[in-house]
């Protein structure tokens, strides 16, 4: 059995605190795997690779949709993809990589959450618990799982460390490959602590002083 954590940010994220080597000293001590996805960088994932612990390498990319900018995730990748790239280009280049397509916090228009139920069609994994969602984006994007018996994933999309080790999904998974991680996900347990509300609008009023600068 594995414990995945599949949205978790590094120091190598702009608005993220979280050092590599405590990440990884954490992850020994919950049991939880974790997935790298900072933002537009796979910078962090050689030093990731130093500490010793199984991990999912991958990217939060900034996509672009005919309804604007949105975020999606690349799991399992092993070359960086460039920021602002169009929504599709950036499926086929996840797709050549043979990594797995992931849509963190669907349906959040206050996070670039993909809002586009046609486009949302064609990921592989919904996440349908983010730690810092408010419940009824959750909520629907959950019912779209449900809707289009899409595979679901849980995020902690930890930014500051104390955040990682609460959530995970729980898989009858041996080895960190990804056709398998795909077919055990059917049978995955999600659990699932959200992020107080203060913490959650501290970090989005960050992000946005922030983002302007990156």
Known sequence: MLKIDFHIHTNYSFDS???????????????????????ISMAGIPEMKKQGIDFIPGEELRVSTHLGKADLIGLFMNEEIKRDIDFHEAMDQIKSQGAISYAPHPFDPLRAGLQDEKLLKDIQIIEVFNA???????????????????????????????????????????????????????????????????????????????????
């Open 17 to 39: 605190t979280v050092k590599i080597p405590q990440l990884a000293e954490r992850a020994k001590h919950f049991g939880i795997t974790p997935a790298i996805t900072d933002h």
């Open 132 to 214: 810092h969602c408010l419940s009824r984006f959750d909520k629907k994007a959950e019912e779209f799982a449900k809707k289009q018996n899409k595979l679901r994933g849980a995020g902690s999309d930890s930014h500051f460390i104390f955040e990682f080790g609460y959530t995970y999904v729980e898989l009858d998974l041996d080895e960190l490959e990804p056709s398998k991680l795909l077919k055990s996900l059917k049978t995955g347990k999600i659990t699932g602590k959200r992020t107080h509300k203060v913490r959650r609008l501290a970090h989005r009023i960050a992000s946005k002083l922030l983002k302007p600068f990156i």
